[in-house]
DNA sequence: AAAAGTGGTAACCCAAAAGTAACTTATGCC
DNA sequence: GGCATAAGTTACTTTTGGGTTACCACTTTT
């Protein structure tokens, strides 16, 4: 059975965005990068409900994009941290346009609604 | 079980702007969109991947969060159409940026890697 | 009378994503 | 010796998203 592309190119490289950031938590884990380098458990108690193992699998993937650096110190207790790459900045201007655009279109939203449970 | 909330205030609409196209084909569909309106059958024909049931699906969820317009002809056989709508609209150039950032940011990416199926 | 054309819906299924809770590792501290 | 600490991992369960197939409604065409 042969596989099928999308037909416009461009389709391409958003598909590939999503796939890099277009989920539940990334692009949240990259505005909270955003303010600077943050612990692993500091990233959990700001994102009161995630969980250990879906945050160590968000930032793995983050890593392996090149999207974020970790950092690991050698010592005991263990200390890591997270922090945007190069790559990773560049994307912060489009989140916060995206971020004004949301604001803009759907003034009615309120905190409410951004419940992550 | 009280509920909890993302601390950073700007997360929120980060999570909504997500909510509303972080999935598989909403930023494909209205990436197609831009070109002008388009009838069901002719956006399957461009999807040649996405299922009758899941485009419906997503066109439904577009047209309640007023990023699409939803014109139905009163014919038969049926006639719709589905357009950008002023939101849809302004969302264009983001999406735009999107697109180029991952084009240089991921320049190893090819059509291979985008595959829908 | 039967088939074609169009935009659906309903019932069901599966794989992937996300969540939970317990366990690990290596050290310093009491 | 026993406990705390930070950043995980493992095994398991639940939820969700997306997919498949069949069917419908109404008219025109054959």
Redesign the pocket.
Same mark, same amino acid.
Not at 53 to 59: C, F, I, R, S, Y
Not at 76 to 82: G, L, Q, T
């Given at each position: 059975m042969p596989r099928k592309y999308v037909e416009n190119p461009n389709a391409c490289t958003i598909v590939h965005a999503m796939n890099i950031i277009g989920?539940?938590?990334k692009p949240i884990i990259i505005y909270l990068l955003s303010g600077g380098p943050l612990?692993?458990?500091?990233i959990?108690v700001l994102l009161p +409900?995630?969980?250990? %193992?879906?945050? +160590?699998?968000?930032? %793995?993937e983050l890593d392996n994009d090149q999207l974020i650096i970790?950092k690991?110190y050698n010592e005991?207790?263990?200390?890591?941290?997270?922090e945007l790459s190069e790559k990773g900045l560049t994307l912060l201007p489009i989140l916060r346009e995206l971020s004004l655009w949301t604001a803009d279109t759907f003034p009615e939203i309120e905190f409410e609604k951004c419940r992550?449970?």
């Open positions: 989920n539940k938590w612990r692993f458990g500091k959990l +409900t995630i969980s250990k %193992k879906v945050l +160590t699998q968000q930032l %793995k970790r690991s005991i207790p263990p200390r890591v941290e997270y992550i449970e």
